[in-house]
């Protein structure tokens, strides 16, 4: 079994792969003058993108441009300095990547870019339809900035509803902990299922 590598991925069909890759994950397509700004990383598998997820280190950042201007004006993060900020944006994992270890590595990899970036504060958006994002998400222990209906201009295309949310790249680092018990919780369940699809499988060659 092929072992996940992580590539920074710099030519035009590589970002655009990543780009329609993402879109069929979330159905939504991130425009490309926005995505070239950022640093994507892809994970492969083989040849195969299994997944990936962006960094961007300077505004404007897409979170904050789907957070409405009266939440900007009450909340005391948004008197911080935008240059102190960094986003994480793109995160998408392949339904074809099964083993709770790869997973891990992924979440550690990403961790480790976000915190050699040196900002201090790590903005991050979900889909609130997306299970597995809105879980690696909780992990970092993020304060929430926002969550409903994105502000669109309009005839724009994006998530119906999100969650908008902050972290600092300390706290990803502190919480290591917390994706190991992630990843032997994962592993877990993954045993247990195969055990399940196992035990069904003996039943009907017993029945047959």
Do not use: C
């Amino acid at each position: 079994m092929d072992a996940i590598k992580f590539k920074t991925l710099t030519t035009e069909s590589e970002i655009e792969k990543y780009i329609s890759k993402f879109e069929g994950f979330v159905g939504v397509r991130l425009p490309y003058d926005y995505t070239i700004r950022s640093r994507i990383i892809g994970v492969f598998k083989g040849d195969e993108m299994v997944g990936g997820y962006m960094l961007v280190t300077k505004p404007e950042f897409r979170s904050l441009m789907f957070v409405p201007d009266s939440v900007k004006e009450q909340h005391e993060f948004f008197k911080n300095d935008q240059y102190e900020m960094m986003e994480v944006n793109g995160v998408w994992i392949s339904v074809s990547l099964k083993s709770a270890i790869d997973y891990f590595r992924i979440w550690i990899h990403m961790m480790w870019d976000v915190f050699m970036t040196k900002k201090n504060f790590v903005l991050l958006m979900a889909d609130l339809r997306n299970g597995n994002v809105k879980n690696i998400h909780s992990l970092t222990n993020p304060e929430l900035l926002y969550e409903g209906p994105p502000m669109l201009m309009a005839g724009s295309k994006s998530h119906s509803t999100i969650r908008v949310s902050y972290t600092t790249r300390w706290q990803m680092v502190l919480n290591i902990p917390r994706y190991w018990m992630e990843y032997k919780n994962r592993e877990k369940r993954f045993n247990r299922r195969l055990k399940e699809r196992a035990y069904s499988r003996e039943l009907r060659q017993a029945e047959s």
